[in-house]
């Protein structure tokens, strides 16, 4: 019997960047995990598949552990899937994937979409070498964590919320006003924007704007 999971990049925001394969997967697995089945359903429904799904996050991906592995060596076909992006890449699937390493289940990744390689090239930064940093800590460690990325030497990529961003960026500004950045908004869909010039007049054009969305934020290297 099969021992095997699925692990399913999706669109980060038009759905018709996701692959061939990863639809046929989607089509015939028995299960999907997702982080939120309305995002996923959405996805789903676009493309016609019926494929059962359950919620696989966050905040119960602990609990859920060992029912899944459990599932997976009973011989059910399983997809992993999050609501943008990769799993795991800043997004639940790394519990699950360490487990299945250790329970000797093979791991097939799909390549597919992720915010952080367009936002890097598109923003014009030193893009051969770069450090990932995801999203940063809300609290504790957040400002030792800023002021390590201003000691960077090469390229920095920061996920952020619409909640978050303004502070993020004032933070940094703070430090460094005249460092370069870009900041990209909605990849992929059809309000996508990018901001470029010092921390100091990113932080005033977007203070000007509507911010809605997920942002990646590439920070120039010291």
Known sequence: MEKLIHIIPTPIGNLEDITLRALQLLHSVDLILAEDTRITGKLLNHYDIKTKMISYHSFNEHKKLDTIITKIKNGTNIAL????????????????????????????????????????????????????????????GRQKKIIDILENKITSIIYESPHRIMKTIGQLRDLCPNREVAVIIELTKLN?????????DVWEEISKSTIKGEFVIILDGK
């Open 81 to 140: 899937v999050s609501d943008a992006g990769t799993p795991a890449i800043s997004d639940p699937g790394f519990l699950l994937v360490r487990e299945c390493v250790k329970h000797d289940i093979e791991i097939f990744c799909l390549p597919g979409a992720t915010a952080c390689i367009p936002a890097l090239v598109k923003s014009g930064m030193t893009c051969d070498r770069f450090i990932f940093e995801g999203f940063l800590p809300a609290k504790k």
């Open 192 to 200: 996508e924007k990018i901001y470029r010039g010092s921390l100091k």
